[in-house]
């Protein structure tokens, strides 16, 4: 009797086995689509907000395309001034263009996370589409913003590993060029963009978060009273030498005005005079994102060491 059953037993248990592994096959392909669904609470200035844990389509509405890009995370549309950013040219061949009121091409779009600066319009119906995220532009310094940036990626480990890493190298060519043109040489960094001109203090981008801030390199006392706190000031080509330092980082733009440029009053300005003007291309320099830095990096580190 036993040697009848027997086939019958190993009969059940071969099918038993079969449905097991069936519905391990079954879990196995639903285990992605589950992980697609799962997000993860990120502190924004507004409040905790529900994101991906792993976005796959992100917008971008204003300056932050290179942090997320830095990351590895997918970007499927982006605002005009990272379309047209030279830095960014390869990234965003295929990327298309949006602003804050393309609404219905945001929707086509199909994103799964929005971030922006804090002055967008439109916030309520874009969070109606997708998780979106705003922040203050100057709220927490550069670095930080990149950290938040991971946060809300859920990339935080690779964001602190970069800062790291960039932090170590920027301070160390600081002591470099300091030991080079002197503790007390001063260094303004200008902008001539359309008829306009800037000078900048020590957080708007346009290399003066490494020169200032990781470098430790000094701004003229004129630079200080009037742009440090607002990040900014317009000036009239004649009144550049009283802000111009002992070095002068002067962000062009293409299409900018530079008769200045030909005038005596420039033309004898000591940095001038001395070969210490050293010019950066405008188009992408007002970005502060981990790729731009690196670029501005080794811009600066080549113009003052020449390496």
Same mark, same amino acid.
């Given at each position: @009797?036993?040697?009848?059953?027997? +086939? ?18 079954? $879990? ?11 997000? &993860? ?10 994101? +991906?844990?792993?976005? !796959?389509? /992100? ?40 602003? #804050? ?10 994103? #799964? ?26 709220? /927490? ?7 938040? &940036? ?9 964001? !602190? ?34 008829? #306009? ?17 990781? @470098? ?8 200080? $009273? ?28 293409? #299409? ?13 300005? +000591? ?37």
């Amino acid at each position: @009797m036993k040697k009848l059953l027997l +086939p019958f037993i190993l009969l059940a248990a071969l099918i038993i086995s079969a449905c097991g592994t069936d519905t391990t096959k079954e $879990e196995n392909t639903a285990a992605p689509k589950e992980k697609e669904s799962e997000t &993860i609470t990120y502190q924004s200035e507004n409040g905790p907000i529900e994101v +991906p844990a792993d976005p !796959q389509r /992100v917008i971008l509405l204003s300056g932050f395309t290179g942090n997320v890009i830095s990351l590895g995370v997918n970007v499927v549309g982006v605002d005009v001034w990272s379309k047209n950013n030279p830095t960014f040219e390869k990234e965003m061949k295929d990327v298309a263009e949006v602003s #804050d009121e393309d609404l219905e091409k945001i929707i086509e779009l199909e994103p #799964d996370l929005i971030i922006g600066l804090s002055n967008i319009k439109n916030v309520d119906k874009l969070s109606e589409i997708a998780p979106t995220v705003t922040y203050t532009w100057g709220k /927490v310094d550069y670095l930080t913003q990149h950290i938040e &940036i991971g946060k809300l990626l859920n990339k935080e480990k690779e964001a !602190q590993a970069w800062v790291d890493n960039f932090k170590k190298e920027a301070e160390s060519a600081g002591e470099e060029i300091r030991a080079k043109i002197g503790e007390d040489a001063t260094v303004s960094v200008m902008e001539s963009y359309g008829k #306009d001109l800037y000078v900048f203090g020590s957080n708007w981008a346009r290399g003066t978060e490494i020169l200032y801030q990781a @470098m430790k390199l000094k701004m003229p006392e004129k630079v200080k $009273e009037v742009a440090e706190s607002s990040g900014y000031f317009t000036l009239s080509a004649e009144v550049i030498p009283e802000y111009a330092g002992d070095y002068v980082i002067l962000s062009k733009y293409s #299409d900018a005005d530079t008769s200045f440029q030909e005038t005596e009053t420039y033309k004898n300005i +000591p940095a001038v005079k001395n070969n210490r003007v050293f010019e950066m291309n405008g188009e992408g320099a007002s970005f502060s994102d981990p790729i731009t830095l690196e670029k501005q990096l080794e811009f600066i580190k080549k113009s003052f060491l020449g390496n």
